[in-house]
């Protein structure tokens, strides 16, 4: 791996369930629900020699925001934040605003994985925050499955100038592997060529059913390669949530198998330089 490139986890999160905002994480699960600060994450970080991480919101509210960006101030390694404003709030503009004034502010990130209306993101009374973003500078990450690739095609398309990353490569049903491959395999390949985001190598260990291999992960991720290339690919660890399926460590390692067959200058996009310029890093 390139070692003139700093390497970058482009996706973690740190989080104090006892706030009492992280609506989607099961009651007294044993790996979720407890606290995630950034000594936990000082191990791993000191193993794989990462610069810096991006720091993605976990609760679809202002005030965790709040909390990641306090993170950020006390963190050297966390080189940006991804948080969240109420879309549907048109006056969180001026929110939106506050945030962009702090040096580590770099985007937000819609829960739309977790919204039952499968067309939330085409909404009349949403589309204010997508043209904020491009006004501001800042950028989108993209948060959903396989059944949202023909919705964000349609707001990627619309929006080009708005800079985007497809979180979690759009979480592919891994499970269920080959059922769905075929129209998962279209809709990236779709959203590689009509637009200019890119995709996080991330998240993929938890679409299978435990007891995965390379093997399992190989054809997805060759895919990327294939559609997207090195340049507009970023790992990252999705730590603590890959717990649930692989230890940081697993993940990590299995990603640097499924990249082996890349160029020491193109592994350096995918661990740190994608990150370094998409999310605009100051290292």
Known sequence: MNGAVPQVDAHQHYW??????????????????????PPDLAPMRERYDLAATVLVQAADTVAETEYMLGIADATPSVAGVVGWVD???TAQRAQLEAFAAHPKFRGVRPMIQDIPDDEWMLRDDVQWGYQALIDLDLTFDALGFPRHLA??????????????????????????????????KAGMARLAQDTDACCKLSGIVTETDGGWTVDDL??????????????????????????????????????????????????????????????????
């Open 151 to 184: 919705h964000f095609h349609t707001i990627l398309t619309r929006y080009p100038q708005m800079q985007v990353v497809i979180d979690h490569c759009m979480k592919p049903q891994i499970r269920n592997h080959p059922d769905g491959f075929d129209d998962w």
């Open 16 to 37: 104090a369930p006892s706030r009492g905002d992280y609506f989607w994480m099961p009651p007294d699960d044993p790996i979720l629900t407890r606290p995630y600060c």
């Open 218 to 283: 190989q054809p997805y991720v060759d895919h990327l390669l294939d559609v997207f290339g090195p340049a507009r690919l970023m790992w990252g660890s999705d730590w603590p949530v890959c717990q649930l399926q692989a230890t940081y460590d697993a993940w990590r390692e299995a990603a640097e198998t499924l990249t082996a067959g890349l160029s020491a200058d193109d592994r350096a996009q995918v661990f740190g330089g994608t990150a370094i310029r998409f999310y605009r890093l100051e290292l």
């Open 87 to 89: 879309f549907e709030q």
